[in-house]
């Protein structure tokens, strides 16, 4: 049988493997969103799980001491630490930052949870406000599309102008070959 002091290792190696692999997510993040899971069940979980990770994202749920550790150094959330009180699950977003947020925000109208508590977009912190307003943006594909329409438009509309002043003079052309091809 093993000892208290074993026993105590034991749990603090786990501990540290913990830290280190949300350390991991941390650095490979572009964004993290920190969220109150309280009153999901098992498979609403679960499902939210699996739908962000099509999203290219993971929600991890673990003690908010091991979360707050993992960001030690990387992030000064010493202004959100009180909103580490309950129970917290991270949403980890790796790509595109928008199609996760609509995920969880669909998940969030719902169900009426998890509630969001932050998040940490780019390095630096936003609030949940601002997170629910960054989900009801477009996908990035779409506004790399938007933004390709626009800048393609004074180009498009210089090649009609361009091209019209080209098809009147065909036309007049050809309008005074018929009058004298006609007489």
Known sequence: MKNDNTRVSDNRHKKEVIVAELVEKVDKAKGIVFANYQGLTHQQLENLKKALK???AEFVASKNTLFLRSLEGKVDVTSEKEKF???TGALFIYDDIVAPLK???KVIKELKLPE???G???GKIVSATDVVKLSNLPPLLVLRAQLLGQMMSPVSGLHRALNWNLQQLVLTLNAI???KGGE
Request: hydrophobic letters at 35%; a positive charge.
């Open 85 to 87: 009180n309950q129970p």
């Open 103 to 105: 995920e969880l925000t």
């Open 116 to 118: 969001i508590k932050f």
């Open 120 to 122: 940490i977009l780019e």
């Open 177 to 179: 070959k018929d009058k």
């Open 54 to 56: 099509k999203a290219n």
